[in-house]
């Protein structure tokens, strides 16, 4: 698997899995909170901070209807455009006053254009990476115009097949993208736990062996994307909000607040540590328990100087310390050249 940097942060096998907090445009237009849902970030653990760029003009008609469940949004029925019109009233300068934010916090700065204009923006402010929206896996121009740019890029594969995934890789790849993330996804918003499908996330980390996968996650809660890092997730993607009252956004409802973030982290982080690496033996943990707790062979009566050790005077017993009973082929048979008495281990200088 390749491993990428970006900006301090490596992405692949054998090291942290990256933590995407998806602000997405849970700042609702106001740049203040924006900050503040940076620092948040920052403070929970987050690596990179990622919103999304967009006119609602240049992203959906006026008529095309919501995917999502209705009760995210706080009036019912409309349109995506009624959504996204709410949304998209982040100007330039407060991207960029947005960028600097990131880069005072050490976290990473990046965002999802989803139209070729948005590029141009997310250029001029200066992003460190991109994202490709799953919704945007066969939007070959906007992947080639990213691409370009010679940039990291992550690719969500929400709905896409293995063909399909197979395709935006190729077109990124010949359009001068050689880092390349992909990121399994399902696009239910919330998404059911039943419906997460990690198993795809592992069927496409095996269907592109040298591409880094990660997850990005709609379900409620903690534990799916933690599971995805027991997996072998290298990233996590995670909508976030500082409060999950707020209207406008749907994804405020589903997004982890900053106290459930910083516990994902947490968690994470625990998997992580846990999975450890490979040692054929025993751990410097288990030393203790390896001379312990182990079984050695033990006379099981009081053997007199001159006897032939029969199999019927042994037995095995703690500690560990002496001839495990895999060898008592070697010991039985021998002489005794002293007393023995019962419940000894023994040892080869007493034959």
Not at 48 to 74: C, G, H, M, P
Not at 280 to 308: H, M, N, Q, W
Request: aromatic share 8%; charged share 25%.
């Amino acid at each position: 698997m390749t491993v990428i940097k970006v900006d301090n942060r490596y992405i692949g096998k054998g090291y942290p899995s990256l933590m995407i907090a998806e602000v997405g445009v849970n700042h609702n237009g106001d740049i203040e909170r924006g900050f503040d849902l940076i620092d948040k970030a920052a403070d929970g653990g987050a690596d990179v901070v990622k919103f999304q760029t967009y006119k609602a003009s240049q992203i959906t008609t006026k008529k095309a209807a919501r995917y999502w469940n209705e009760s995210l949004n706080d009036e019912q029925g409309g349109t995506q455009f009624d959504t996204f019109s709410k949304l998209d009233g982040m100007d330039l300068a407060g991207y960029k006053e947005l960028k600097k934010k990131c880069q005072s916090r050490k976290v990473i700065f990046t965002s999802t254009p989803f139209n070729l204009p948005d590029v141009e923006i997310l250029e001029e402010i200066g992003v460190d990476m991109y994202k490709i929206s799953s919704s945007d896996v066969t939007y070959y121009d906007l992947i080639k115009l990213v691409a370009n740019t010679t940039k990291p890029v992550i690719i969500s594969t929400g709905c896409a097949s293995l063909t399909e995934i197979s395709k935006a890789v190729e077109v990124a790849k010949k359009a001068g993208a050689t880092d390349i993330i992909l990121q399994h996804c399902i696009l239910q918003y919330p998404c059911e736990d039943q419906n997460a499908n990690l198993i795809k996330m592992q069927r496409i980390q095996s269907a592109f062996p040298d591409i880094p996968v990660g997850y990005s996650d709609h379900t409620v809660g903690i534990t799916i994307p933690t599971m995805a890092v027991a997996l072998g997730a290298v990233t996590v993607e995670k909508h976030f909000t500082v409060d999950s009252s707020l209207p406008d956004s749907p994804d405020h409802k589903f997004s982890l607040t900053p106290k459930n973030y910083k516990m994902m982290v947490e968690e994470i982080r625990r998997v992580e540590m846990a999975y450890g690496k490979f040692i054929d033996g025993y751990y410097p943990a288990e030393e203790e328990a390896f001379k312990l707790a182990r079984k050695s062979l033990v006379t099981s009566c009081f053997i007199k100087k001159g006897t032939i050790l029969s199999k019927e005077m042994l037995t095995a017993k703690r500690p560990g310390t002496g001839i495990y009973p895999e060898n008592s082929e070697f010991i039985v048979g021998r002489v005794a050249n002293k007393d023995i008495e019962e419940d000894t281990t023994i040892s080869l200088d007493m034959f």
